[in-house]
């Protein structure tokens, strides 16, 4: 059985940082794509960065291009967001994603991804 265990969250201050853990355990999480989304009140969950397999490849959302960066550990099975320039608009609900398929390209389409936390609270203050 797959699980997924993001921490790391917290309250910071606008310009503050904040690094993301997903601890994974089960299946194979080297063969394993992951994913960050969130979701804020009101609001649908969004896309937030990827990581292939194998750390190769990854993509990020505009919102956060520069300020994110998403890595892993595959000796760990954990995969990191390092989230740096906080800004309240990224107050939200993180979530981490695993994608099976072994895709050498990454997703933003949560659809794709088959398993996922339980979420982690960011909350960003002016």
């Known amino acids: 059985q797959v699980q997924l265990v993001e921490s790391g969250g917290g309250l910071v201050q606008a310009g503050g940082s904040l690094r993301l853990s997903c601890a994974a355990s089960g299946r194979s999480f080297s063969n394993w794509n992951m994913g960050w989304f969130r979701q804020a009140p009101g609001k649908e969950r969004e896309f937030v960065g990827a990581i292939s397999w194998g750390g190769g490849s990854t993509d990020y959302a505009d919102s956060v291009k520069g300020r994110f960066t998403i890595s892993r550990d595959n000796a760990k099975n954990t995969v990191y967001l390092q989230m740096n320039s906080l800004k309240p608009e990224d107050t939200a609900v993180y979530y981490c994603?695993?994608?099976?398929?072994?895709?050498?390209?990454?997703?933003?389409?949560?659809?794709?991804?088959?398993?996922w936390g339980q979420g982690t609270q960011v909350t960003v203050s002016s």
């Open positions: 994603a695993a994608d099976f398929r072994r895709s050498s390209v990454v997703t933003v389409r949560a659809a794709f991804y088959d398993y």
